[in-house]
């Protein structure tokens, strides 16, 4: 079985520049102090916002309905929340030292069943250092990577700081997704 196939255009490309905005301005850095929190926040937000998109938003959290999931490795795996049956994986990962390469690797598998995968990497306060050395292009082997996995993948990955960015120039979400491919 191959991934199921993404088209960077129609309704489910238009849901995926919906959630790209949606991203960008979410508050990450005041949301909460663990995964749970930050999944919560932003699940409330993503439903209470449903109408922007023209497919049903499904979370872990939302009543009468279930994220779908994928068979590998002898267990199924669940994004966090997916816009549509197959159309959007949404997975949110807060990293205080690893689960970068973790994260990647759901991306990979949730791919198989969904046509993009966004992948909210939310770095913890301690983990500020990795978030500088990306910005300042330190993390070349890294930035090659998630390019790569957006531009041939359709895993759009998101470097969310949990913390307040003050360094002038420095962006606040590190992301991925290019709107216009």
């Known amino acids: 079985m191959g991934f199921e196939k993404g088209v960077r255009r129609g309704r489910v490309w238009d849901d995926a520049i919906a959630l ?15 995964e749970n929190a930050f999944e919560r926040g932003f699940a409330t937000t993503l439903m209470s916002t449903e109408e922007r998109y023209n497919q049903e938003v499904i979370t872990q959290i939302k009543k009468g309905v279930s994220v779908q999931s994928v068979f590998a490795f002898g ?3 669940r994004p966090d929340m997916t816009i549509g049956e197959n159309g959007i994986a949404v997975e949110l990962k807060f990293i205080r030292y ?5 994260a990647i ?8 069943k969904f046509k993009f995968v966004f992948l909210v990497l939310i770095l913890s306060e301690d983990r500020k250092s990795v978030y500088e050395s990306i910005e300042n292009g330190e993390e070349k082997d890294l930035d090659d990577t998630l390019h790569h996995l957006a531009d041939d993948l359709n895993i759009f990955t998101y470097l969310v700081p949990s913390f307040e960015v003050k360094k002038p120039g420095m962006r ?8 216009r491919l």
């Not at 905005?21 to 850095?29: E, H, I, N």
């Not at 690797?105 to 198989?112: A, K, M, S, V």
């Not at 606040?172 to 709107?179: A, D, G, H």
């Open 20 to 34: 790209h905005q949606q991203l960008l301005t979410f508050p990450f850095a005041t949301t909460g102090s663990n």
């Open 75 to 77: 267990k199924k795996h």
């Open 98 to 102: 690893g689960g970068l390469k973790d």
């Open 105 to 112: 690797g759901q991306g990979y598998l949730y791919r198989l």
């Open 172 to 179: 606040k979400v590190i992301q991925y997704f290019e709107p």
